[in-house]
């Protein structure tokens, strides 16, 4: 019993952090229509800073201000300064640019960092468990899904009960119309750009004592959250939450149940849901 | 022009063994393997407009078969060859059945994602496929009376193999079929509308490009002698990616080309420094920014420069 709850804890946890990787992905695609394969980077990327100022400053929250700050510049940078001098609405450039951000980063990475696979410690205090009707819970675990919730629910509030968010949504409906009624759609692109890669450096730190880091894992992760879009639909915050959440628990109880078939249990829905909605479960169009 | 440079370069590549030292030979050999894979994703690319970031399961698969029964069953060069174009001719009848049913970024995403389940395969079943570590120790064959040992002959091999898939591609897209396919590149609506099956054109265009990298991918394991995973993975399919842009996507020899380009890139840096995958990754970017037409968009800009 108790076996089986902590494997529905780890799939949820684990699928609350595919759904910060996704729902940055999906929402830059959402407004852009820009398939960002640099995305595993800003995973690797915030992970790695998260670690360097971890053991320089031992302080959890300097590491996650730091990580975020700096994969948030990247972030931007990328959009004001390579993004848009691709020709607009043909995903070839756009994947071979960001293809090519995403080598020379995890390149880079492996150059500062070393090769040998890390992982980051828990914050203090979420180190232990906890115990519950008789249960016992890995207190990280339950935070991670708390984390999860917790961002849902703010950018849930944030699309659909703020100004902004309305303006996102007109802009991801129809970017003419939206720039003609005088929303600013080009500093909102670079917003939600910012938030997207906010969002996956934030799942390099709070993965980074999960998952770990090494490198590949920039790779590994675009791939789960690919599979994530693929199956929640791009575009939409509530695709990647199901698809994330998903993912997460197949992938979890494909690896307690099938060992040698983990990818299967993966894939297999996703050649379904694909055979049946090819833009998946909650994507438009 | 074009024809006349293309003379020059067979009667170079029919004489080139004589003044090439064995290593430089190996090293054409490798870029004349690569230009079929690079062609081979062309023709989906290039003429069909069908992007695709998991190109490398076709040749993984292909280079597994034809490796695993060399080792494991019978060094005939004929059945193992052939059985590593069936096996990947397959594999993308399968996946094509997926993944054309989408376009755009969400086909990118799950050619991706289909070959990536392979390299999962290749890296997990450890018992079949060596796992990490690959699988060494495949012999060069002998293709009937022909003994493909050393360098040389082997050399001639490819470039038989080369000469023969560059005819195909070029009798593939002057056909009416191939004339479909850029068709249906500018517009798919136009062409359905003009009563022609655009998914099966499609289709017979994805498998066939999945057969021809599966030739490539067999013909990279008798020259390499060994597979791993990373024949599968997202750096070979990207790879072939940017030599098909390099060339030039949409002309015939353009990906042969950048197949030259990258190939000799890879092995002139990688004498000098480790970090040929940040390179690599610069030259997407640089490709990119400055030359998303290729060279040869580049050379006939600058042709009607002149002109003008």
Redesign the interface.
């Known amino acids: 019993m108790t076996f089986w709850t902590i494997q529905v804890l780890n799939g949820l946890s684990f699928g609350m952090l595919l759904f910060l990787l996704a729902a940055g992905l999906s929402l830059i ?1 959402g407004l852009m ?1 820009i ?1 960002n394969l640099a995305h595993g980077s800003y995973y690797i990327l915030g992970a790695y800073v998260g670690l360097s100022v971890l053991h320089a400053t031992a302080s959890f929250a300097l590491a996650t201000v730091a990580a975020v700050a700096l994969v948030v510049a990247l972030g931007v940078v990328m959009e004001r300064f ?1 993004l848009r ?3 607009q609405h043909e ?3 756009q ?3 960001t ?10 990475s492996l ?1 500062i960092w070393g090769g040998t696979p890390t992982q980051l410690p828990k914050p203090e205090g979420l180190s232990s468990s906890v115990r519950f009707a008789g249960m016992i819970f890995p207190s990280y675990r339950l935070f991670v899904i708390a984390v999860g919730i917790v961002v849902g629910l703010a950018l849930w509030i944030f699309q659909e009960r703020t100004r902004l968010g309305a303006m996102i949504r007109a802009a991801i409906d129809d970017a003419e119309i939206a720039r003609a009624t005088g929303i600013n759609v080009s500093l909102l692109s670079t917003g939600v750009f910012a938030l997207g890669a906010a969002l996956a450096a934030l799942g390099g730190i709070i993965g980074g004592p999960l998952v770990g880091v090494y490198p590949g894992a920039d ?1 590994e992760i675009l ?1 789960l959250a ?2 994530v ?2 199956i929640g639909g ?1 575009g939409s915050l509530k695709g990647a939450l199901f698809g994330g959440l998903l993912v997460g628990l197949l992938d979890t109880f494909g690896k307690v149940l099938f060992p ?1 078939l ?3 249990t993966i ?1 297999a829905p ?2 379904i849901i ?2 049946l909605r ?2 998946g479960l909650f994507g438009a169009r | 022009m074009t024809r006349g440079l293309a003379l020059v370069a067979a009667v170079l590549l029919i004489a080139l063994p004589w003044g090439l030292s064995s290593y430089q030979l190996g090293l054409l050999t490798k870029m004349l393997i690569f230009a079929v894979f690079a062609m081979s994703l062309n023709l989906i690319l290039g003429y069909a407009g069908l992007p695709s970031l998991g190109h490398a399961a076709y040749f993984g698969v292909a280079a597994y078969t034809t490796a695993l029964l060399s080792l494991r069953l019978t060094p005939n060069f004929w059945l193992d060859f052939a059985a590593g174009l069936i096996a990947a001719a397959i594999t993308a009848a399968l996946f094509g059945l997926l993944a054309l049913r989408a376009q755009g970024s969400y086909l990118l995403m799950i050619t991706l994602a289909l070959a990536q389940v392979l390299w999962g395969i290749a890296f997990g079943w450890r018992s079949l496929t060596g796992g990490d570590d690959g699988l060494p120790g495949i012999t060069r064959p002998a293709v009937g009376p022909w003994r493909l040992g050393d360098g040389i002959s082997f050399y001639y091999f490819i470039l038989v193999v080369f000469s023969l898939a560059v005819a195909l591609m070029w009798l593939v897209v002057r056909s009416p079929f191939g004339r479909a396919l850029v068709g249906i590149r500018e517009s798919a609506r136009r062409m359905e509308v003009l009563g022609y099956n655009v998914w099966l054109h499609k289709y017979v265009a994805f498998v066939l490009a999945g057969t021809l990298a599966g030739l490539s991918g067999a013909l990279f394991v008798y020259y390499n002698g060994f597979v791993s995973p990373a024949y599968l993975s997202i750096v070979f399919s990207a790879m072939a990616l940017i030599m098909v842009i390099l060339g030039g996507a949409g002309t015939l020899l353009g990906p042969a080309v950048g197949s030259a380009a990258i190939v000799f890139l890879e092995n002139a840096i990688s004498a000098y420094t480790e970090r040929w995958l940040l390179i690599l990754g610069l030259i997407y970017v640089v490709v990119t920014l400055f030359a998303p037409a290729g060279l040869l968009g580049l050379l006939r800009a600058r042709q009607a420069a002149v002109r003008m």
Not at chain 1, 99 to 108: A, E, H, N, W
């Open positions: 695609y229509r398939l390579v001098r691709l020709p995903e070839l450039p994947a071979l640019m293809f090519g951000i995403l080598l020379i980063v995890g390149d880079v150059w790779f791939l690919f599979v879009v693929i791009l040698g983990a990818m299967f894939f996703m050649a694909l055979a090819p833009t």
